[in-house]
């Protein structure tokens, strides 16, 4: 039985921006928060608190959250790898903060810099300073089905990441297929593996779409009882330190998908559509959507 209603969490400006050549204007980036803020989406990761030399693209992520316009009822959030993260995050009033880490050793320390044993004591301090200051905690796990470094990733290394993490106090997990290199027999096996232990409501999907099959893992998630999907606008995205990694599943895809199958997410794809129009504008170039070649072909 497929869920009647899911929850979309917008990585656009976070994952979509952090991959972009065009390093985008202050102003711009915070348009594009205020716009996705009117289609009716209710949690928008607006930017993240990495080292500016290691993403520059969201080298001021301070000045981003400080200058949107906020609707009361969504939730802004940000990337956060460290301390020293969290201290800007919290001075500019984020209020979701997302760890990250992979279940693959070699992405992590790609990403990140650290090995996996030497990454729980870091964002367990983070978890921390986040709670103390009410903040939720979202945990993110790349590599999830596939590494570009090591390949196929076994499920029990996802599960061990996320035993940690659920330890820790981290709210929800999102389980990344980095490289979008998933099908959905792998999700299912995967899903099948974490779901023995914890309740659906635990994790959220983000699938990349690299080869195509995001959408196809995202119906198999349905079917598992999954009900929150990460998408970005446009199906921007990717993680400069995975080499091979492409967009986002589309939001305005996802939506296409969800509104015909009569699953409710209260967004507007009319709405999306005028957002991915403006960052198109402001990128220069077009986005890969399905819904958007529709729409310029109109
Ligand atoms: P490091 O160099 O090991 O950091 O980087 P460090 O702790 O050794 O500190 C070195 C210096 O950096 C220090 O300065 C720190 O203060 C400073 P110094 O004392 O030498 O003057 N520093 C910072 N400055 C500003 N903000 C900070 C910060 N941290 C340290 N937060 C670090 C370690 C984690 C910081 C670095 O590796 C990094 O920023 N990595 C981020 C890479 C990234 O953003 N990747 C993309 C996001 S993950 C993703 O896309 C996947 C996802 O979408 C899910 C999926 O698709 O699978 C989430
Ligand atoms: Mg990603």
Redesign the pocket.
């Given at each position: 039985q497929l869920p009647k209603h899911v929850t979309l969490k917008e990585?656009g400006p976070?994952?979509g921006l952090?991959?972009e050549k065009t390093h985008l204007a202050t102003a711009d980036k915070v348009q594009l928060v205020n716009l996705l803020s009117q289609t009716g989406l209710n949690y928008i990761e607006v930017t993240?608190?990495?080292?500016?030399?290691?993403?520059p693209q969201?080298a001021d992520a301070v000045e981003v959250l400080q200058a949107i316009k906020r609707q009361k009822d969504i939730t802004y959030a940000a990337?956060?790898?460290?301390?020293?993260?969290?201290e800007?995050a919290l001075q500019a009033e984020v209020d979701e903060v997302?760890v990250?880490m992979?279940a693959s050793e070699s992405h992590n320390q790609s990403?990140?810099?650290?090995s996996i044993n030497e990454t729980f004591p870091?964002l367990q301090e983070v978890v921390v300073g986040a709670k103390a200051a009410n903040k939720n905690v979202r945990g993110?796990?790349?590599?999830?089905i596939g590494c570009p470094y090591e390949g196929y990733i076994q499920p029990e290394k996802v599960l061990r990441v996320t035993e940690k993490l659920l330890e820790m106090g981290v709210d929800e997990i999102?389980l990344?297929?980095?490289i979008g290199v998933g099908v959905p027999t792998q999700v299912e096996n995967l899903l099948e593996e974490l779901l023995k232990r914890y309740p659906a409501e635990n994790f959220a999907m983000?699938f990349?779409d690299t080869r195509g099959t995001a959408l196809a893992n995202i119906v198999q998630s349905l079917e598992m009882g999954i009900t929150k999907f990460?998408s970005a606008l446009g199906g921007l995205?990717?993680?400069?330190?995975?080499k091979g990694?492409s967009g986002?599943v589309a939001t305005e895809d996802l939506l296409y998908l969800l509104d015909e199958m009569g699953i409710k997410t209260g967004v507007e794809l009319n709405k999306v559509l005028e957002a991915a129009l403006f960052i198109e504008q402001k990128l220069g170039k077009a986005v890969a959507s399905k819904q958007m070649a529709i729409a310029r072909n109109e």
């Amino acid at each position: 039985q497929l869920p009647k209603h899911v929850t979309l969490k917008e990585v656009g400006p976070r994952d979509g921006l952090q991959n972009e050549k065009t390093h985008l204007a202050t102003a711009d980036k915070v348009q594009l928060v205020n716009l996705l803020s009117q289609t009716g989406l209710n949690y928008i990761e607006v930017t993240s608190f990495v080292h500016p030399k290691w993403i520059p693209q969201l080298a001021d992520a301070v000045e981003v959250l400080q200058a949107i316009k906020r609707q009361k009822d969504i939730t802004y959030a940000a990337l956060v790898p460290n301390m020293r993260g969290l201290e800007r995050a919290l001075q500019a009033e984020v209020d979701e903060v997302s760890v990250f880490m992979s279940a693959s050793e070699s992405h992590n320390q790609s990403n990140i810099n650290k090995s996996i044993n030497e990454t729980f004591p870091i964002l367990q301090e983070v978890v921390v300073g986040a709670k103390a200051a009410n903040k939720n905690v979202r945990g993110y796990i790349s590599t999830v089905i596939g590494c570009p470094y090591e390949g196929y990733i076994q499920p029990e290394k996802v599960l061990r990441v996320t035993e940690k993490l659920l330890e820790m106090g981290v709210d929800e997990i999102s389980l990344g297929d980095t490289i979008g290199v998933g099908v959905p027999t792998q999700v299912e096996n995967l899903l099948e593996e974490l779901l023995k232990r914890y309740p659906a409501e635990n994790f959220a999907m983000h699938f990349h779409d690299t080869r195509g099959t995001a959408l196809a893992n995202i119906v198999q998630s349905l079917e598992m009882g999954i009900t929150k999907f990460d998408s970005a606008l446009g199906g921007l995205g990717g993680c400069p330190y995975a080499k091979g990694a492409s967009g986002n599943v589309a939001t305005e895809d996802l939506l296409y998908l969800l509104d015909e199958m009569g699953i409710k997410t209260g967004v507007e794809l009319n709405k999306v559509l005028e957002a991915a129009l403006f960052i198109e504008q402001k990128l220069g170039k077009a986005v890969a959507s399905k819904q958007m070649a529709i729409a310029r072909n109109e």
